[in-house]
């Protein structure tokens, strides 16, 4: 395991810790989450080291990673992701008809088969070869493995989605400075990440499933993230509901919890979940679109 002594976004020392919870969903190894006072980050600490994040993930329930619909989990997953995609591609095509798409974290590539289908140009990056293979050759996608990020050409994307990915990237300033140098000038950036300050965070606390550790290393409250992209000269132009996840969230909550009525239980806090946030913004997962920022890409010019 690797403890930080700093902030991994802001090298802050004014950490705290504030919770201790367990890996409920596969090794059921105690982990604890930390704050930053000054940006507001919170964040896995002490984590595996990089080369050992894998095994977490090698698990047939894996959703993002299996190919099958398998068991009740796996049904829901597969129903609420068929909705989301034609709700994600109509986020894209109101910010641009058509044009060149690369999905960070694209799974086993769903996502990008619909672009394909709208005659977009696609390319996605998957760290999990198993998902990776099956997209290309399920699909005829284009996928490359995270390492080849750093060998696209910049300014070659009209739109770059990581639809809950940054929370698993190791560094996360790195990757925000990839992908800024990826995008077009005019071009979009669109990141959905669970919301540490949803009603279901809060209520479910060590148990709410949006921490997923150690899958999940960091934990984003829209001040986070607001923070971090502002710390990339990157600026939030929308910031949208994912309405669905309070649901699904709620519903593996009280699995964890091993609460009798999981199903029935989780419908109910989701609906509580998508109320309150109805008022407060804060729903459990939320997509942020954004764009370069202008003004400060005209003040690093030279007189």
Same mark, same amino acid.
């Given at each position: ?65 299996? !190919?099958?619909?398998?068991?009740? $989990? +796996?049904?829901?997953?597969?129903? *609420?992701? /068929?909705?989301?995609? @034609?709700? #994600? ?8 008809? !058509?044009?060149?798409?690369?999905? $960070? +974290?694209?799974?086993?590539?769903? *996502?990008? /088969?619909?672009?394909? @289908?709208? #005659? ?184």
């Amino acid at each position: 395991m690797k403890k930080v002594s700093t902030c991994p976004a802001c090298e802050s020392k004014n950490i705290v810790k504030t919770l201790d919870v367990k890996d409920y969903f596969l090794t059921q190894e105690n982990f604890s989450i930390w704050h930053c006072r000054d940006c507001d980050l919170s964040f896995t600490n002490p984590r595996p080291h990089d080369e050992s994040l894998g095994k977490y993930y090698e698990s047939p329930e894996y959703l993002s990673h299996d !190919t099958k619909s398998s068991g009740g $989990i +796996g049904k829901l997953y597969q129903f *609420l992701r /068929n909705i989301n995609i @034609k709700r #994600k591609y109509n986020i894209v095509r109101e910010l641009i008809s !058509t044009g060149k798409i690369l999905d $960070i +974290g694209c799974g086993t590539g769903e *996502l990008l /088969n619909y672009f394909q @289908k709208q #005659k977009w140009e696609c390319l996605g990056v998957e760290p999990n070869a198993t998902a990776r293979n099956f997209a290309k050759t399920h699909y005829r996608l284009k996928v490359e493995g995270e390492q080849d990020l750093q060998n696209f050409p910049a300014e070659s994307f009209d739109i770059i989605s990581m639809w809950h990915v940054l929370e698993h990237v190791s560094d996360i300033n790195k990757r925000m400075e990839e992908v800024n140098q990826l995008l077009k000038s005019d071009g979009r950036l669109i990141i959905a990440l669970p919301n540490l300050s949803s009603w279901d965070a809060g209520f479910y606390k060590e148990y709410w499933a949006g921490l997923d550790v150690p899958r999940h290393l960091y934990h984003f409250s829209p001040k986070a993230f607001s923070s971090l992209a502002k710390r990339h000269d990157l600026q939030i132009i929308n910031t949208l509901p994912l309405m669905f996840d309070a649901f699904y969230v709620s519903l593996l909550s009280e699995r964890y919890k091993k609460n009798r009525l999981p199903i029935f239980k989780g419908f109910i806090n989701g609906i509580k979940s998508n109320r309150t946030a109805a008022k407060t913004g804060n729903f459990s997962s939320l997509i942020y679109v954004l764009q370069k920022n202008k003004a400060e890409a005209k003040n690093k010019l030279p007189a």
